[in-house]
C-alpha cells in the first residue's frame, strides 16, 4: 500500500534559526511529489512538483529536494510569516489520485 | 483568476440529518477533488472527477456519501445521514486535465466547508 509519512510533526523555531522537514514516500511508482503550505482556515496552497530523485526547486526560504525514498524542505532563515502546516503528497505512476501526508505544523518565533 | 468557490463555510448539524455542500472549481479546469480532512490529519481524498465522469471513489463511504458534478462544472456533496465520525474540514480542489499519463501538478483548493455533527 502506498504511503506517505512527514516529520516531525510539529516544529518551533526561532526567527532565522533554518531547519528541515522530511517526507518519506513509499510508492509503487511516483508520477510526482508535491509541496503544500496550509495556513489555519484555509485550503492549501502549493509549492513545488518534484519529479525524479536529485531534483531541487526554490522559492524564497523554501527549498525542496526528492531522493529516491523520502523528500526534504529546507527553510533557511524562516520568518513569522512561515509559521503554517507543511502538506506532502504524491501522485503514483498510472493512477491520477493525489495522496496527502499528515503535515509538519512550523510555528517560527519572534 | 477566481479561485474555487465553496458554500456554505461552516455547518452544524445533529448526527442523522444530511448536509450539502457545493463547490464550484476554477473555469477551464476538467478535473475536481474532494478531500475530507479531520482535525489534524492531512487531506483524505474522497472522490475525483474528470469532467462528468468519476475517475476515484474509492475512499466515499457510499452508504452515506454522494457526490455529483453537473454538465462538469459545479460539484455537490451530500452526507445522509450524518455521523459524529464526519465532523471534519470537506475541502473542494480542481485542476488541469493533461490526462491519466501527466502529473496533475497543481491543485487549487478552495477554503473548504466546516462540518461539525452534534
Known amino acids: 500500500e502506498d504511503q506517505v509519512t512527514q516529520s516531525p510533526e510539529a516544529l518551533r523555531l526561532q526567527e532565522g534559526e533554518s531547519s528541515s522537514l522530511n517526507c518519506s514516500y513509499t510508492v509503487s511508482g511516483l508520477r510526482g511529489l508535491f509541496w503544500y503550505r496550509q495556513d489555519p482556515g484555509k485550503g492549501p496552497e502549493f509549492l513545488f512538483t518534484l519529479y525524479s530523485a536529485g531534483e531541487e526547486k526554490e522559492k524564497e526560504r523554501l527549498k525542496a529536494t526528492l531522493t529516491k525514498k523520502e523528500s526534504f524542505l529546507h527553510i533557511t532563515a524562516p520568518k513569522p510569516e512561515d509559521s503554517a502546516t507543511y502538506l506532502c503528497?504524491?501522485?503514483?505512476?498510472?493512477?491520477?489520485?493525489?495522496?496527502f501526508g499528515t503535515g509538519t505544523k512550523l510555528q517560527v518565533i519572534p | 483568476e477566481a479561485g474555487v468557490a465553496q458554500s456554505p463555510r461552516y455547518k452544524i448539524i445533529e448526527k442523522r440529518q444530511s448536509v450539502a455542500f457545493w463547490c464550484n472549481p476554477i473555469s477551464g479546469h476538467a478535473t475536481l477533488y474532494w478531500y475530507q480532512q479531520i482535525l489534524g490529519q492531512g487531506p483524505k481524498l474522497l472522490i475525483q472527477f474528470q469532467n462528468n465522469g468519476v475517475v476515484d471513489d474509492s475512499q466515499l463511504p457510499k452508504d452515506r456519501f454522494s457526490a455529483e458534478r453537473l454538465k462538469g462544472v459545479d460539484s455537490t456533496l451530500k452526507i445522509q445521514p450524518a455521523k459524529l465520525e464526519d465532523s471534519a474540514v470537506y475541502l473542494c480542489a480542481s485542476s488541469l486535465d493533461r490526462g491519466k499519463d501527466h502529473t496533475n501538478e497543481k491543485l487549487f483548493f478552495g477554503s473548504g466547508t466546516q462540518l461539525s455533527v452534534l
Open positions: 503528497a504524491v501522485q503514483v505512476l498510472g493512477y491520477q489520485k493525489v495522496t
